[in-house]
């Protein structure tokens, strides 16, 4: 199984930009799904994760009701639609797949077996 994330850059804050996750091996539907991102000098930050087969998402709430995953069957490919972005939003953002993960685990880093190689995010101020 391979993730491929793409879709990050740079953008002034307030602005908008969706993150893509592909994924080739393995399809989506039967898997829970997670975004992390990382900033430098900083600890690994669970973003939003989802149990596909429950439609259950749990979002952080610092990004909850500024972030929404959402997924494209056709196209295998998960999506970070990310708006009214913060400076403090900076960071490298990777998608992560896992199966059989409840819901209480869905920010653990440990709960996913496979991972993108990340995209950069910088929004400035």
């Known amino acids: 199984v391979q993730l491929q994330a793409s879709g990050g850059g740079l953008v002034q804050a307030g602005g908008s930009l969706r993150l893509s996750c592909v994924a080739s091996?393995?399809?989506?539907?039967?898997?829970?799904t997670a975004w992390f991102r990382q900033a430098p000098g900083k600890e690994r930050e669970f973003v939003v994760g989802?149990?596909?087969?429950?439609?259950?998402?749990r979002y952080a709430d610092s990004v909850r009701g500024r972030f929404t995953i959402s997924r494209n069957n056709a196209r295998n490919t998960v999506y970070l639609q990310m708006n009214s972005l913060k400076p403090e939003d900076s960071a490298m953002y990777s998608c992560?797949?896992?199966?059989?993960?409840?819901?209480?685990?869905?920010?653990?880093?440990?709960?996913?077996?496979?991972w993108g190689q990340g995209t950069q995010v910088t929004v400035s101020s």
């Open positions: 992560a797949m896992g199966s059989r993960i409840i819901f209480s685990q869905l920010g653990l880093p440990s709960s996913y077996d496979y």
């Open positions: 091996g393995r399809t989506f539907s039967d898997s829970a």
């Open positions: 989802i149990r596909w087969s429950a439609g259950s998402a």
